[in-house]
């Protein structure tokens, strides 16, 4: 069965740092993966979005960028984060075909002080 | 703005009740999906319907779908305090690799 891992859970950082998350998913080929971001108590933001390896596509302009350097393999990064960066992140995939479900990470909290 | 806005943004009720959330979207969808978030965890998928698809159940969970009017409505029967959790309604926006969710509706089920 299809899983996925997403780490850390949390992660507190200066500001001005750098920032990386990643994202790996198992038991499945060619995914298409996403990241969002969650403010609190609100809906998810779409921010980066891959149907390859080296393919990406960005939502929102920002201090933030993503790589996908092995098929399962999704990489969210920063050189240096600001206050507005701070977030619940998730990951996600979602499998070829008719439907369109998505399968979630179960989220990284980051706070930027 | 963005397709799929649920109603209400919370509701509150107590144990045994049922739960009704409504959501609105605005371009044309080939299917509506349900997800579920605890509290600081990633979504769950619950339930989707096509377009041709007028109502589907699945245990407790009932959608209808209208798509004259562009809605959906989620019915949890004989809610339980662990049905306690965020709901978000997400469309496909007629295709391509996007999923688009909406604000969700958050549920609190008192015991």
């Known amino acids: 069965s299809q899983t996925i891992h997403q780490w850390p859970a949390t992660l507190v950082q200066p500001v001005g740092s750098p920032l990386s998350l990643e994202c790996t998913v198992e038991?499945?080929?060619?995914?298409?993966l996403y990241w969002y971001r969650q403010a609190a108590g609100r809906g998810l933001q779409l921010l980066f979005y891959s149907v390859g390896i080296g393919q990406i596509s960005s939502e929102v302009p920002q201090n933030l960028s993503a790589s996908r350097p092995q098929d399962r393999q999704f990489i969210l990064s920063s050189k240096k984060l600001l206050l507005s960066d701070s977030g619940f992140y998730l990951c996600?995939?979602?499998?070829?075909?008719?439907?369109?479900?998505?399968?979630f990470g179960a989220g990284t909290r980051l706070s930027v002080l | 703005s963005q397709q799929g806005e649920e109603d209400p943004q919370a509701l509150s009720i107590q144990e045994g009740e049922n739960a009704t959330m409504n959501c609105s979207y605005k371009t044309s969808i080939n299917n509506l999906q349900w997800y579920r978030q605890n509290s600081g965890r990633g979504l769950v998928h619950l339930i989707l319907i096509r377009s041709n698809e007028r109502e589907k159940h699945s245990g407790r969970l009932r959608v209808t779908l209208d798509t004259s009017k562009k809605s959906s409505s989620l019915l949890i029967t004989a809610s339980r305090a662990a049905d306690t959790a965020s709901y978000f309604c997400a469309t496909d926006g007629g295709g391509g690799f996007k999923t688009i969710f909406g604000a969700g509706t958050r549920l609190f089920v008192k015991a």
């Open positions: 038991g499945t080929s060619n995914p298409n």
């Open positions: 996600a995939w979602r499998s070829l075909g008719a439907k369109n479900i998505q399968y």
